[in-house]
């Protein structure tokens, strides 16, 4: 959604990017309203299934292009870690 690249470099529909910010918004929150669940996930509040990542990076503070390769240190789903420490 930010760079708007294919695995192979291409560009498709430059036009079409969008900030960071607001693609962490519709793959949360917007995600969470489409399927009927914005109740119990998409926004970390008490109450709601307290899924999500912690990434090594800011992806507000890399290049767009190394988003992508940004490493996930902590997955937590229901508020337990399932993945790292």
Same mark, same amino acid.
Request: net charge negative; charged share 30%; aromatic share 10%.
């Given at each position: 959604m930010v760079t708007r690249k294919d695995v192979r470099g291409r560009v498709w529909g430059a036009s079409q990017r969008i900030s960071v910010s607001d693609a962490m918004r519709i793959c949360t929150v917007h995600g969470a309203y489409?399927?009927?669940e914005e109740n119990i996930k998409g926004t970390l509040l008490p109450g709601k299934l307290a899924d999500f990542v912690i990434l090594a990076? *800011?992806?507000h503070d890399v290049d767009p292009d190394a988003?992508? *390769?940004?490493r996930i240190v902590r997955t937590v789903m229901g508020g337990v870690t399932v993945h790292g420490g």
């Open positions: 489409a399927s009927f990076q *800011d992806p988003i992508k *390769d940004i």
